[in-house]
């Protein structure tokens, strides 16, 4: 059985891939077996340019490859943003077309690194509808954020990954 033995987490509300890119280059370099990256749902209502996501993605992916010497690294897939309860429409189907645009260009990055994948959580089915996700239990009462049993479920998934 393996456990970790340096675990460091950086989250930030608000944070932008670009963000996290200068988080990246501000941290001193150090060496971690894998990697979890949960980007995007800014970059959807800051509107990125999809050109910029993906270059941002390429980014993220070279640091932590190189930087921080990860062999394993899984990308969170951006949730089901056009089920969200808390958006009124059109605004909630616009935010997330968007989103299935940057997973799509998330998944064509992935696809080129033998040491990266996307993680997609099932119960967050992007085929959604609003009153299912509401009825789930894995979205907080304000209707944007996962609750605590959203969260549970995403990293219980996360783990599986980066044990394998």
């Known amino acids: 059985k393996h456990s970790p033995t340096h675990v460091s987490l950086h989250a930030k509300t608000g944070y932008k891939s670009e963000d996290v890119i200068a988080l990246l280059h501000g941290l001193p370099a150090e060496s971690f077996a894998s990697a979890l990256v949960s980007i995007g749902v800014n970059d959807v209502t800051k509107f990125v340019s999809i050109a910029r996501w993906r270059k941002n993605i390429e980014i993220v992916h070279k640091l932590l490859t190189q930087k921080f010497g990860c062999q394993r690294i899984v990308f969170t897939a951006l949730p089901p943003i056009h089920s969200f309860p808390a958006l009124p429409q059109p605004l909630r189907a616009l ?68 044990k394998r």
Do not use: I
């Open 95 to 162: 935010l997330g077309l968007r989103a299935l645009l940057l997973n799509q260009v998330l998944e064509q990055c992935v696809v080129n690194w033998a040491n990266t994948e996307v993680l997609y959580v099932p119960a967050l089915k992007v085929t959604g509808s609003v009153q299912g996700v509401q009825q789930s239990g894995l979205m907080a009462e304000d209707g944007f954020h996962p609750s605590a049993e959203g969260y549970q479920l995403w990293a219980q998934h996360a783990l599986e990954r980066l």
